[in-house]
Nanobody, 123 residues
Framework: QVQLVESGGGLVQAGGSLRLSCAAS????????MGWFRQAPGKEREFVGA????????YYIDSVKGRFTVSRDNAKNTMYLQMNSLKPEDTAVYYC????????????????WGQGTQVTVSS
């Protein structure tokens, strides 16, 4: 069983930064895609960014390109989401997800999900 735990959320002023962590346990993620999603009240879950664990290949939605960076530490089985230049519209619960794959996955078809961490950006 794969377990994912997000941390690092909080309240930040617009223009500020946060780094989210996703600690994964249960198995190696060498052949996994791992991604970040977010969901605001009354809205559908939205893809943010993803990484193929082995190669480090990444993909982002246009609204976060240049501001957010997905990375991973293979030895620690931890994925990160560095968020800079935060905007109020980034406010949401952020989730990490994992799925066996040879490439990054941008659709909400992941097999495993964390519990989420709240990010609130004030204006």
């Amino acid at each position: 069983q794969v377990q994912l735990v997000e941390s690092g959320g909080g309240l930040v002023q617009a223009g500020g930064s946060l780094r989210l962590s996703c600690a994964a346990s249960g198995r190696t993620f060498r052949n996994y895609a791992m991604g970040w999603f977010r969901q605001a009240p009354g809205k559908e879950r939205e893809f943010v960014g993803a990484i193929f664990w082995s190669s480090g290949n990444t993909y982002y939605i246009d609204s976060v390109k240049g501001r957010f960076t997905v990375s991973r530490d293979n030895a620690k089985n931890t994925m990160y989401l560095q968020m800079n230049s935060l905007k109020p519209e980034d406010t949401a619960v952020y989730y990490c997800a994992a799925k066996p794959s040879r490439v990054v996955i941008t659709s909400p078809t992941y097999d495993y999900w964390g519990q989420g961490t709240q990010v609130t950006v004030s204006s």
